[in-house]
């Protein structure tokens, strides 16, 4: 039996496709494309739960939130994702002159299932490190009470708090100077057990 060799692509190659594309959304990581899945209700409702209250929030500030349609390249790790909310502050930069390539947030969000828990926690979490720009990156379950803030520290390292215990909290976004009730990161969302396999 032969093992067939995985494709590689260029990132340029990658992005000529993506832009072309008008049904389907893949994320790009060293060569390699994966397909993005669908959204339970769940996390439609927390993304859009978290971009209205960062905007009413931001009004004032120089920054600018964005849904997740658009990609975000870390040119470090040789990759693109597709985040599910992000905050980028006073002057974005863009991979090129099409403005649809973002390189520079100063927060990530992502919406976590028990199917991408790992994978956010890990992997795609060591790709946006390698962001310089980025000083916080939250992930939010949609099965539970649950919001942890990575905030970037002096010489590289994280610290994590986390919000899970009452729904009166409030989440720090220090870097951005606001914050976000939980309950209102949560307004309308049934957190009673979802299906299996739900993203």
């Known amino acids: ?51 209205g ?3 009413n929030r931001l009004k004032s500030k120089p920054c600018s939130v964005l849904a997740n349609d658009m990609r975000l390249r870390i040119e470090a790790a040789d990759a693109c994702l597709y985040p599910d909310v992000m905050v980028v502050c006073d002057q974005p930069d863009f991979h090129d002159q099409r403005r649809d390539v973002l390189t520079n947030p100063s927060l990530v969000f992502e919406v976590i299932s028990p199917s991408t ?13 390698s962001v310089p720009s980025l000083s916080h990156y939250v992930l939010i379950a949609q099965d539970r009470l649950g919001v942890d803030v990575f905030t970037r520290q002096a010489h590289g390292h994280w610290l ?6 009452r729904p009166d909290a409030e989440v720090a976004l220090a870097a951005i100077g606001c914050t976000l009730p939980l309950r209102e990161i ?5 957190l009673n057990p979802l299906t299996a396999g739900q993203a």
Do not use: W
Request: glycine residues 8%; charged residues 30%.
């Open 1 to 51: 039996m032969s093992i067939q060799p995985k494709p590689y692509y260029r990132f340029e190659d990658y992005l000529t496709v993506e832009r072309e594309g008008r049904d389907e959304k893949y994320e790009y990581i060293a060569g390699e494309v994966f397909a993005m899945t669908g959204a339970s209700f769940n996390h439609n409702l927390i993304t859009a739960n978290v971009i």
């Open 186 to 190: 949560y307004a309308r969302v049934d």
């Open 117 to 129: 828990e790992g994978y956010d926690r890990g992997g795609k979490f060591a790709l946006y490190r």
């Open 160 to 165: 994590l708090e986390c919000y899970d215990d």
């Open 53 to 55: 209250e960062l905007r």
